[in-house]
């Protein structure tokens, strides 16, 4: 099994990867760690261990950044995207489960050193948590076996305007500190995530299996479909964002990759672009193509 670190910003595509990487045999969970992003630290951590409640799974969570990585500011949530609650308001109670004391930085630094080369890390959220955890202990760059970001928008526009993606412009700073710190790193952007789509149709069959679980999922994802339907009118679904992250952390050959040096705008209209070009170091493998039929039937026949 390969051992992940999951970092999540806990909306309802962060849960549906949740849910695929928890019954994906080939992937060690070592821990989730929580960030802002589409909700609230607090809430993404909420979410996190409702989710794990709701799949039955008992895996450590543990809080990490509520607030950008240089700037020190807190941004606004995607409620619209995600519902109130960033899980299509399906939340009737909080969990019951608490988080872990442990500040998620940290539990990257003292995993990765306790197993070095061995570690990967799933980030599709905004990479605070991860860049906060390299600056603080450089000596793991190294040591991390592979990063995989859900993240970008290297040859695509972006999906929060024409420029950037949603986890880049939350805190482009952490971005491009991290992109430009020699980890080894395999970006999961918009050029492939937006090929993949989740029929609506697949709800009913996830209902029609008569499993509360399924249910859970079937009702938080009618809501993300709905607001693409208002978005990107007659999709019939929604892309698949972060499970596609976790997908390639299982099958890298569900995606075919070019090597670029990837460069993060900070500044300016531009701000959370993501920039590739063939010169320069590090190099960063963009995923540009996927077998996007082959990836959905993996992803249906383990998410619920």
């Not at 390969?2 to 019954?23: C, H, Q, R």
Request: net charge negative; glycine share 8%.
């Amino acid at each position: 099994m390969k051992p992940i670190i999951l970092d999540v910003d806990t909306g309802i595509d962060d849960a549906l990867a949740m849910s695929y990487a928890l019954n994906s045999p080939e992937l060690e969970l070592l821990g989730f760690t929580t960030c802002f992003g589409n909700v609230s630290v607090a809430e993404a951590t909420r979410n996190t261990l409702a989710v794990l409640e709701k799949a039955g799974k008992r895996i450590p969570v543990y809080a990490g950044a509520d607030q950008t990585f240089t700037r020190r500011k807190k941004k606004g949530w995607a409620k619209h995207v995600h519902g109130e609650d960033g899980l299509g308001n399906t939340l009737k109670n909080d969990p019951i489960t608490q988080a872990e004391s442990q500040f998620a930085p940290e539990f990257m630094i003292e995993q990765v050193k306790n197993r070095p080369h061995e570690i990967t890390i799933i980030a599709v959220g905004p990479l605070t948590n991860l860049a906060l955890a390299i600056k603080r202990a450089p000596e793991i760059i190294p040591l991390v076996k592979e990063v995989v970001i859900m993240g970008g928008a290297v040859k695509v526009p972006g999906n929060v305007n024409a420029y950037a993606e949603a986890n880049m412009i939350a805190d482009p700073e952490a971005a491009e500190y991290v992109f430009s710190s020699g980890l080894k790193v395999t970006l999961v952007g918009l050029d492939v995530t937006m090929q993949t789509l989740l029929p609506k149709a697949k709800l009913n069959e996830w209902r029609a299996a008569g499993k509360e679980t399924a249910d859970f999922f079937a009702d938080m994802t009618e809501f993300y479909i709905e607001y693409y339907e208002s978005f990107y009118p007659g999709i019939g679904g929604c892309a698949l964002h972060d499970p596609l992250a976790v997908g390639v952390a299982i099958d890298s050959s569900f995606v075919t990759t070019e090597t670029m040096n990837v460069k993060v705008v900070t500044e300016g209209e531009e701000a959370g672009r993501t920039v590739g070009n063939q010169e320069g170091e590090p190099r960063i493998r963009v995923c540009t193509e996927v077998e996007a039929e082959r990836f959905l039937d993996h992803f249906l026949s383990k998410v619920v």
